[in-house]
């Protein structure tokens, strides 16, 4: 699948509502589109998913275009690559930054399935047609605008809420929202709030019927976490501590956790989250497709890898329009009724829009292969 060049969009799109999370409010994003193009002019897409400041994790938008362009790229300009599962091996002596690996990853699996005209969900082995989705909702400025929210998506059909709690916005909160929504798949995601200190406080939750409470402790924890587990009912999930197989395989032995959040910035690309997920299919761990923000070319690779078999819970890959005024794909991803159908063209299923491209681009950077 001979490479021909590689090119790095740098876009700025602004969220339609500013994104509120424990570690605080952001509203602008900045990214980039990473494209393959091989010399039959097919285009390969992926998309990073870093932030502006490294608060999710070590990664930046700054530091993906370091790891890329110095390192990544030129690997890639030096290897001939067969199949993109080659593209995590050869990756492999530089050190995490997985989410600049991933960006890079992502656009050789889209030009990888258009060249062999197949969906890139066939091309990762799944089956599913459609696919069931949640919604994460940010904390919001009062719990009556917390509750008019989730009526708002529990209404459009969204077969989970996710949301976002810290101290001082947690049991109060979420007990006043399971009174007014009985029925309705409910979690949690912490990001990191809370230490061991807080496990009585946290063990309210278990009167919640939360499907999961996500990432309660630290960042990159599997020890405490294992022993938060193993008081309380409510399964932990774990998103922020899982970056690779390895990360995925001690976490279930510990027993850190029942549920696992595969992001495929996070672990490095769709190699390594199709690794985790053939592991979690062969341990019986449910996992569901977590988000990043993304625009329509991250969300369309999370649909993708969400047809996986062991994908049994609802994730967090919303309609475009739940972020975005204007998307930078057509048609833009549409959720009916908590569902989003699975496009079968090749690779990603969905068109570049160009023009939307270039309006958000802020910079593009082109690497030419021999
Ligand atoms: O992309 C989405 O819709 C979900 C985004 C989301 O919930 C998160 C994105 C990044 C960090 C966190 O705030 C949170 C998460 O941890 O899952
Ligand atoms: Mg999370």
């Not at 790229?73 to 050869?90: A, G, R």
């Not at 985790?276 to 369309?300: F, Q, S, T």
């Not at 159908?341 to 910079?363: Q, R």
């Amino acid at each position: 699948m001979p490479i021909k060049q590689i090119k790095l969009h740098k876009l700025k799109m602004r969220l339609n509502d500013p994104f509120t999370t424990s570690f605080g409010t952001f509203q602008d994003k900045e990214f980039f589109v990473t494209e393959a193009v091989d010399d039959e002019g097919n285009r390969g897409f992926g998309e990073s998913v870093a932030f502006t400041s490294p608060w999710y994790s070590e990664e930046t938008v700054q530091t993906n275009l370091h790891v890329m362009e110095d390192f990544l790229i030129k690997t890639l300009q030096e290897n001939k690559i067969e199949h993109p599962d080659e593209v995590s091996e050869l990756f492999t002596p530089i050190k995490r930054n997985n989410m600049a690996k991933s960006a890079l990853e992502g656009a050789v699996w889209d030009l990888y399935a258009k060249q062999k005209n197949i969906s890139l969900a066939q091309a990762l082995g799944g089956k599913k047609t459609e696919i069931d989705v949640g919604i994460s909702i940010g904390i919001q400025p009062t719990v009556d605008d917390l509750l008019q929210t989730i009526d708002h998506y529990v209404q459009k059909g969204y077969k989970r809420i996710k949301i976002k709690i810290k101290p001082g916005w947690d049991i109060d909160v979420l007990r006043e929202v399971r009174n007014h929504f009985p029925d309705t798949p409910i979690m949690a995601d912490a990001n990191s709030a809370y230490t061991l200190k807080d496990i009585d406080h946290l063990k309210q939750l278990d009167d919640l019927n939360l499907t999961m409470i996500e990432q309660p402790l630290e960042h990159d924890d599997i020890v405490d976490h294992a022993k938060l587990q193993a008081v309380m009912k409510t399964p932990i999930c774990l998103d922020e501590s899982i970056h690779s197989l390895s990360d995925t395989r001690k976490a279930i032995q510990l027993g850190s956790c029942k549920i696992i959040n595969i992001k495929i910035g996070r672990v490095g690309g769709l190699t390594e989250a199709k690794r985790i997920h053939e592991y979690c299919k062969d341990n019986g761990i449910p996992v569901w497709c977590g988000g990043m923000l993304e625009a329509g070319i991250g969300r369309a690779h999370n649909i993708a890898l969400t047809t996986l078999p062991q994908f049994i819970l609802p994730g967090d890959t919303a309609g475009s329009s739940r972020y975005w005024e204007r998307d930078i794909i057509k048609p833009e991803v549409v959720v009916q009724d908590g569902v989003i159908n699975v496009p079968d063209k090749p690779g990603i299923g969905y068109d570049i829009d160009d023009e939307a491209l270039e309006k958000f681009a802020v910079d593009v950077k082109t690497f030419n292969f021999n």
